[in-house]
């Protein structure tokens, strides 16, 4: 297991997979600066005053040089060109999610963080194993608020209306924090939450306490799973109709009104007059919500109704877990 390193006099501890990329851009950048700025003030100085205006010296217009003109306009490009490579393949790292990694949904309030866990139970503070790789599904109740981890160099917003994502893995035991850094009213700067790094045995037990608290759903109440409850609003709002018994897209034997829904998830769907899409969390939220964005290729003739209205955002994300899990 990695220890801490050590905070430096410009960062938090480095605790999560993310970081390493993140430091060394920033480091790189830094004194990058640093260098240039030394150099070229000391040069602007050093001319400033070997070219001083003197009494009784007449100034002479310059010639222009092609050739140095071409070397100070390619040479700062080339390095622009791979700062841009250095931040963006830091980016991509973050934004992609490792095989098999646990999904974790953050919701956004004013002014509260509120963490699910696979099977719907909820803390406000996030509890992580380490070296076990994480997928944060994070939306947003209000208004914009962004969701950033100082010791993992993460942060991504949370956007009203749509899911934004982040992947990585904690390398380091210990407390971490999350802020919020973007300004959402009155109590902005108390919108935190903790963040704990726990061994493989210190999150068993954490996982064991989530299960004493069994996540209630439906009417009447009963206990279930996000996804049983998004069964249930599934089959409460009609949606079998046109899409099937489990969204299977066949109806008595023959092919239903609506496209199939199962096995659709993270593959990419044909869209009719445009691009394949991928069916993502915002794809499906956006299918049910405005149902002629995207039409599924082949389905031109059918209208589906908006839902928009239909469902509050809780209800709306254990649709999409639904879906999510039929195979
Ligand atoms: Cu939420 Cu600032």
New binding site residues.
């Given amino acids: 297991m990695m220890q801490p390193q050590a905070s430096s006099w410009q960062l938090p501890p480095a605790m999560a997979d993310s970081a390493a990329s993140v430091d060394s851009a920033y480091n790189f950048i830094f004194w990058f600066s640093v260098v240039f700025t030394v150099v070229i003030t000391g040069l602007i100085l050093f001319f400033v005053q070997k070219y001083k205006r003197r009494k009784g010296v007449k100034s002479e217009p310059t010639g222009h040089f092609n050739k140095l003109e071409i070397f100070w306009t390619v040479t700062p490009s080339i390095f622009i060109i791979f700062l841009f490579h250095v931040g963006f393949s830091s980016w991509i790292h973050n934004a992609t999610a490792a095989e098999g990694a646990t999904e974790i949904r953050v919701h956004?309030k004013k002014?509260a963080w509120e963490f699910e866990y696979p099977g719907g139970s909820r803390t406000s503070d996030l509890h992580l194993e380490v070296n076990k790789p994480y997928k944060m599904i994070i939306s947003s109740q209000d208004v914009l608020?962004s969701f950033f981890i100082p010791e993992f160099r993460l942060k991504r917003d949370a956007v009203p209306g749509q899911y934004s994502f982040i992947a990585f893995t904690p390398t380091v035991v210990g407390p971490a924090h999350v802020f919020?850094a973007?300004?959402?009213g009155t109590s902005?700067s108390g919108?935190l939450a903790n963040v704990i790094v726990e061994t493989p045995e210190q999150h068993k037990e954490f996982v064991a306490t989530l299960g004493k608290k069994p996540k209630l759903c439906g009417t009447p109440a009963v206990e279930c799973t996000v996804e049983k409850w998004g069964e249930s609003l599934f089959v409460e709002k009609g949606c079998p109709t046109c899409h099937g018994m489990g969204g299977s897209g066949t109806i008595g034997g023959g092919k239903s009104p609506g496209p199939k829904l199962a096995g659709i998830f993270g593959q990419p769907q044909p869209i009719s007059g445009g691009a394949p899409v991928m069916a993502d969390e915002n794809y499906i939220r956006e299918s049910i919500l405005k149902p002629n964005a995207k039409i599924v290729a082949g389905y031109n003739n059918v209208q589906m109704p908006t839902f928009a209205g239909s469902f509050t955002d809780d209800q709306l994300d254990a649709v999409i877990s639904y879906v999510k899990s039929l195979k």
């Fill in positions: 956004g002014w608020h919020c973007e300004y959402c902005h919108m």
